[in-house]
């Protein structure tokens, strides 16, 4: 029995072709090649070769959809060969005048060969301490670039605990910009977190995550591991990738590898070249092969913010991190992280809107302008800014509003009022 990817392509043809032709021809060429050849007559080509299975042309668009399904057996269950084997050459194909991979679909039996990610929703939890059905809290480091290490150590400080007593953030994360400036030098950088996740460890009852960039640092890492004692510190660590830069199959052997035991971050950034394009792939498809090349963590936009998209486009993409349909099982569940303008107005309608449900708690909230946006460049500042986000988080699973916190809630949220209404006076 035949076992089959299903791919989903959203296609304008090219002037003088149509879609059988173009589906036809994608068939072919993606899987058994132009031209079928053999030097035995009786060697049947017909098993390794895609077939078209649904076309449809849109009545009010010239755009047309074609469902091709790719048999399993022809590929090994590793990320850059799928892409070469659905993707391939068809965006440079003269038949088409654009194409886009809008969805893809696995049998089960494939998805097995992948183990996903090593923690999932639950692991990570664990190891962030936090159990009770809330999203978690993360900030970026700020100012991305500029920062010396010394200064970094201490924002990590702050951010696990913060001077007026109040509870830190659950996820302290570099930005994917920040690798090995002469100024801020890895292994320097490194120093200054690991004392700060021991002083956590030692001097208070915290349990955050740090987020350390480690594209194209892949090896450094893990000697900085090998050389230095940190074994008391090492479950605190996350292992960012950028996932469009550095290559799914990068991600995917950091996950199969056994030098350390780390969960992994896929960033998506420079997603936007193929996923907001008409000629190009979806996020929902981005989103999937990160779960299968193991991330734990993976951006999925936000419904309000500076990176907000339709709601409907976000629900999809998270769905394609968590759902345990069509085989997906047996695969870890990937925790979606939600940034890009995130700020205590935007927490509630964030947490409402990115369900059809009452609202969602299995979300990391990864803020940067909206931890620092109010904190004067100071350290108090910015404990208040960690605060006002965490408050709108509880505001959120209570069921308040902003509208209801600048109202009658004000005083049970006081952090999140003070920091709104200071938002609205810089604005006027």
């Given at each position: 029995?035949?076992?089959?990817?299903?791919?989903?392509?959203?296609?304008?043809?090219?002037?003088?072709?149509?879609?059988?032709?173009?589906?036809n021809?994608?068939?072919?060429?993606?899987?058994?090649?132009?031209?079928?050849?053999?030097?035995?007559?009786?060697?049947?080509?017909?098993p390794?070769?895609?077939?078209?299975?649904?076309?449809?042309?849109?009545?009010?668009?010239?755009?047309?959809?074609?469902?091709?399904?790719?048999?399993?057996?022809?590929?090994?269950?590793?990320?850059?060969?799928?892409?070469?084997?659905?993707?391939?050459?068809?965006?440079?194909?003269?038949?088409?005048s654009?194409?886009?991979?809008?969805?893809?679909?696995?049998?089960?039996?494939?998805?097995?060969?992948?183990?996903?990610?090593?923690?999932?929703?639950?692991?990570?939890?664990?190891?962030?301490?936090?159990?009770?059905?809330?999203?978690?809290?993360?900030?970026?480091?700020?100012?991305?670039?500029?920062?010396?290490?010394?200064?970094?150590?201490?924002?990590?400080r702050?951010?696990?605990?913060?001077?007026d007593?109040?509870?830190?953030?659950?996820?302290i994360?570099?930005?994917?910009?920040?690798?090995?400036p002469?100024?801020?030098?890895?292994?320097?950088?490194?120093?200054?977190?690991?004392?700060?996740?021991?002083?956590?460890?030692?001097?208070?009852?915290r349990?955050?995550?740090?987020?350390?960039?480690?594209?194209?640092?892949?090896?450094?890492?893990?000697?900085?591991?090998?050389?230095?004692?940190?074994?008391?510190?090492?479950?605190?660590?996350?292992?960012?990738?950028?996932?469009?830069?550095?290559?799914?199959?990068?991600?995917?052997?950091?996950?199969?590898?056994?030098?350390?035991?780390?969960?992994?971050?896929?960033?998506?950034?420079?997603?936007?070249?193929?996923?907001?394009?008409?000629?190009?792939?979806?996020?929902?498809?981005?989103?999937?092969?990160?779960?299968?090349?193991?991330?734990?963590?993976?951006?999925?936009?936000?419904?309000?913010?500076?990176?907000?998209?339709?709601?409907?486009?976000?629900?999809?993409?998270?769905?394609a991190?968590?759902?345990?349909?069509?085989?997906?099982?047996?695969?870890?569940?990937?925790?979606?992280?939600?940034?890009?303008?995130?700020?205590?107005?935007?927490?509630?309608?964030?947490m409402?809107?990115?369900?059809?449900?009452?609202?969602?708690?299995?979300?990391?909230?990864?803020?940067?302008?909206g931890?620092?946006?109010?904190?004067?460049?100071?350290?108090?500042?910015?404990?208040?800014?960690?605060?006002?986000?965490?408050?709108?988080?509880?505001?959120?699973?209570?069921?308040?509003?902003?509208?209801?916190?600048?109202?009658?809630y004000?005083?049970?949220?006081?952090?999140?009022?003070e920091?709104?209404?200071?938002?609205?006076?810089?604005d006027?």
């Amino acid at each position: 029995m035949t076992v089959d990817i299903s791919v989903a392509y959203e296609v304008i043809p090219a002037k003088g072709h149509d879609l059988a032709e173009i589906g036809n021809k994608i068939a072919q060429e993606q899987s058994v090649g132009g031209y079928e050849w053999s030097f035995d007559r009786h060697f049947d080509v017909a098993p390794y070769r895609a077939q078209v299975r649904d076309l449809y042309d849109h009545p009010a668009s010239e755009r047309g959809s074609i469902m091709i399904s790719f048999p399993a057996d022809n590929i090994v269950p590793e990320l850059p060969h799928l892409l070469n084997y659905v993707a391939g050459d068809v965006f440079g194909s003269q038949y088409v005048s654009q194409i886009r991979i809008r969805d893809i679909e696995f049998p089960q039996s494939f998805l097995a060969k992948f183990p996903g990610p090593q923690f999932g929703i639950d692991g990570i939890r664990e190891r962030a301490g936090v159990r009770t059905d809330r999203p978690l809290l993360g900030m970026i480091i700020k100012p991305s670039l500029g920062l010396e290490p010394k200064r970094i150590g201490k924002l990590v400080r702050c951010a696990i605990k913060p001077d007026d007593g109040l509870r830190g953030v659950d996820v302290i994360k570099e930005d994917e910009k920040l690798v090995d400036p002469a100024y801020c030098r890895f292994e320097a950088r490194l120093d200054e977190v690991v004392d700060a996740l021991r002083w956590m460890q030692t001097e208070t009852d915290r349990t955050a995550l740090y987020v350390v960039n480690v594209t194209g640092r892949e090896e450094a890492f893990a000697e900085y591991v090998e050389r230095n004692d940190i074994d008391d510190v090492l479950d605190r660590f996350v292992c960012l990738q950028t996932v469009i830069s550095n290559g799914f199959g990068q991600m995917q052997q950091l996950a199969d590898s056994d030098q350390f035991d780390t969960p992994l971050y896929a960033h998506r950034a420079g997603h936007a070249a193929y996923t907001r394009t008409s000629h190009g792939i979806s996020m929902r498809v981005i989103e999937k092969l990160s779960r299968l090349a193991g991330a734990d963590f993976g951006h999925c936009g936000a419904v309000v913010g500076s990176h907000e998209r339709p709601r409907e486009s976000v629900i999809r993409n998270k769905d394609a991190l968590v759902n345990d349909r069509s085989g997906w099982a047996d695969v870890p569940r990937t925790f979606p992280v939600i940034s890009g303008g995130v700020n205590p107005m935007n927490i509630y309608d964030n947490m409402h809107r990115i369900t059809y449900d009452e609202f969602e708690t299995d979300l990391l909230f990864m803020i940067g302008s909206g931890i620092y946006a109010q904190s004067g460049g100071s350290l108090d500042g910015i404990a208040r800014g960690i605060a006002a986000n965490r408050q709108a988080i509880q505001a959120a699973i209570d069921g308040h509003s902003v509208e209801d916190v600048l109202g009658t809630y004000g005083s049970k949220y006081a952090r999140m009022r003070e920091w709104i209404e200071q938002e609205d006076a810089s604005d006027r």
